[in-house]
């Protein structure tokens, strides 16, 4: 064994603390108009740069294990832990939004002049973390009719362009599910077998509202209706040219054959090979979600201390943040996959050579 030699380092280099704790600059103290609560203010926007540029690196190397034409099953698992930090980061980031509401309205006032036109819409690494996801300058919710990247330096607006040119986890994850086997064989038909069960399990629920004493006959009339509308967005959303004419409009965005995949990983998620698959979509919608919360909870910060206030940066505030909590989730359509599932009781029979490839099966 090679002798290595390591040398010692000590705790405050490694973490460059006299960097980090030397980065509060407090304009209040350099133009000699003190305002405590600055410093407050300051380190948890740090704080935040930080966690940013920690979710960036767990997104990198998450689409670089997806990237491959051929996904090795271990990865999926690597893909699922580091998806549950960027969950957990969220939690933090959310949770410290109870810490700059100790920041009363007074207290922001005492320096919020000395800020302007400095504002979060400037955060270059949040900005990568939207793209990286897969936010499109077409979905994006402006201010001021102004574009993002117009903040920005000339070396950082290149940087975003290529990113959003590039493939994001959205492109990666939909190539992934797309290149999902078992939806069709020669004898078996997921989407046939799956649209037989809708067709059987309406039957049954419109069957044991007339044989109910407790539901009389309008409730009758209008529970069917929902039945049949219920069926009619089920078979529409499995009609392929149906739903490419809804892609090009804009009404949704993944692919169809990623969505059908999508669709059978959640239906059949306790057979063992798709166990990886849907703990990576759930994550995937978890992240997509904590996101919507974040800019929901930072929004109502942001009226609790502004008000209507306009924003530093020029931006309409509160409203404006209202709107980015819905425009800007990126992954909705597999939220929206919850709308297509059936209960298990009604699930189509897997024949017996489509269970052994989703299974792990064993032979002496």
Request: net charge negative; glycine share 2%; proline share 3%.
């Given at each position: 064994m090679d002798n290595k030699t390591f040398s010692s380092i000590h705790y405050s280099n490694y973490l460059q603390l006299e960097k980090i704790t030397n980065a509060q600059k407090l304009r209040s103290e350099e133009l000699d108009q003190p305002a405590h609560d600055e410093m407050l203010f300051i380190i948890i926007h740090q704080?935040?740069?930080?966690?940013?540029?920690?979710?960036?690196?767990?997104?990198?190397?998450?689409?670089?294990?997806?990237?491959?034409?051929?996904?090795?099953?271990?990865?999926?698992?690597?893909?699922?832990?580091?998806?549950?930090?960027?969950?957990?980061?969220?939690?933090v980031m959310i949770?410290?939004?109870?810490?700059?509401?100790?920041?009363?309205?007074?207290?922001?006032?005492?320096?919020?002049?000395?800020?302007?036109?400095?504002?979060?819409?400037?955060?270059?690494?949040?900005?990568?973390?939207?793209?990286?996801?897969?936010?499109?300058?077409?979905?994006?919710?402006?201010?001021?009719?102004?574009?993002?990247?117009?903040?920005?330096?000339?070396?950082?607006?290149k940087e975003l362009h290529d990113l959003e040119n590039g493939n994001s986890l959205f492109d990666i994850v939909e190539k992934?599910?797309?290149?999902?086997?078992?939806?069709?064989?020669?004898?078996?038909s997921f989407k046939q077998e799956y649209l037989h069960s809708v067709d059987n399990m309406a039957q049954s629920q419109k069957d044991a509202m007339k044989n109910s004493k407790y539901v009389t006959p309008e409730q009758t009339e209008l529970r069917t209706k929902m039945i049949d509308q219920n069926k009619q967005y089920i078979y529409d959303s499995l009609n392929e040219n149906l739903h490419n004419k809804q892609v090009k409009e804009g009404n949704t965005r993944i692919s169809?054959?990623?969505?059908?995949?999508?669709?059978?990983?959640?239906?059949?998620?306790e057979q063992p090979i798709l166990r990886g698959p849907y703990n990576l979509i759930n994550k995937i919608v978890e992240m997509d979600e904590q996101f919507s919360m974040f800019r929901y909870r930072h929004s109502q910060m942001v009226m609790r201390i502004l008000g209507k206030k306009m924003g530093t940066g020029g931006s309409s505030g509160h409203e404006y943040l209202m709107k980015t909590v819905l425009n800007h989730q990126i992954f909705r359509d597999l939220h929206n996959i919850s709308t297509l599932l059936i209960p298990r009781s009604e699930l189509p029979e897997l024949p017996k050579n489509v269970l052994d490839k989703l299974g792990f099966k064993y032979e002496s």
């Open positions: 704080v935040y740069e930080l966690w940013f540029k920690q979710i960036i690196h767990e997104l990198k190397s998450i689409m670089d294990l997806l990237r491959p034409e051929i996904v090795d099953e271990k990865d999926i698992g690597k893909c699922v832990h580091r998806f549950s930090r960027i969950t957990e980061i969220q939690n949770a410290q939004i109870k810490v700059i509401e100790t920041l009363t309205p007074l207290d922001f006032l005492d320096f919020r002049n000395l800020l302007v036109p400095a504002s979060g819409f400037q955060s270059y690494q949040f900005r990568v973390c939207e793209i990286a996801m897969g936010l499109k300058m077409e979905m994006r919710t402006t201010y001021n009719q102004k574009i993002y990247s117009n903040e920005f330096t000339e070396e950082q607006k992934w599910l797309e290149r999902m086997p078992f939806i069709s064989s020669d004898d078996f169809y054959k990623a969505n059908v995949a999508a669709l059978m990983i959640n239906l059949y998620r």
